[in-house]
């Protein structure tokens, strides 16, 4: 069955009792910023379970920052894992990732920074987790950002990334999750969203949901 969901618009289960949770272990400070711990919530239907995030960062200091690797042992596994922050450098740290073992990546980018250059090794790296994974981007690149990519990281990394990006599943459009009733599979579509049409580009999968 598919069974868990970051970000994506589909239920069933919430973790009540989260917050509180976050607050005891002492990954929530009273001067934190708010956007850099909130959740987003959402709920569609046809998934297993779910766990909206938003803004979380895990690859930051100081320590409260990293509410990535509190979360891990709470969500487990998932199937499908929109990056929080939007791939930006302080997020998708090496242990969240290790743990969630995502067989699906999905960026939402309307910055040159996302994702960074480290943010798009550890998506990649077989030494944080084995086996097979997609990466599907809103945007990868688009006329003038390789300028920025330069700026911000370096001709060398700025050619590495680009390559990267060139090479995801999909790096362009409108992205939707379709799980067949059950749960037992689910695809993704990109869909063009320059009108309102959002006409079907490519389709994937079918994808085995974890059991």
């Known amino acids: 069955m598919l069974k868990k969901y970051l970000n994506i618009h589909q239920p069933i289960k919430t973790y ?9 272990t002492g990954a929530v400070s009273a001067t934190s910023n708010d ?3 909130s959740i987003k919530d959402g709920s569609a ?7 909206p995030l938003k803004e979380m960062t895990g690859e930051a200091l100081p320590a409260w920052r990293d509410m990535e690797s509190a979360l891990a042992w709470v969500v487990g ?3 499908v894992h929109v990056l929080n922050h939007h791939g930006f450098r302080d997020s998708a740290n090496p242990f969240f990732l290790s743990v969630l073992e995502p067989r699906i990546h999905i960026l939402s980018v309307y910055a040159a920074s996302h994702p960074g250059p480290d943010v798009m090794r550890r998506m990649l790296s077989d030494a944080i987790y084995p086996g097979p994974r997609d990466i599907f981007l809103t945007n ?3 006329k003038g950002r390789r300028p920025h990519l ?3 990281f370096g001709s060398d990394e700025a050619e590495w990334l680009e390559q990267r990006i060139g090479e995801a599943t999909a790096s362009l459009g409108h992205i939707v999750i379709r799980v067949e009733p059950g749960g037992d599979r689910y695809y993704v579509y990109m869909l063009d969203d320059h009108d309102e049409n959002y006409l079907i580009m490519s389709d994937h999968g079918p994808f085995e949901s974890q059991e």
Do not use: H, Q
């Open 77 to 79: 596994p998932v199937d």
């Open 150 to 152: 330069v700026d911000l």
């Open 45 to 51: 239907s046809n998934a297993k379970e779910k766990l």
């Open 35 to 37: 956007d850099l711990r």
């Open 140 to 142: 990868g690149m688009w």
């Open 16 to 24: 009540a009792g989260l917050f509180a949770f976050l607050t005891i």
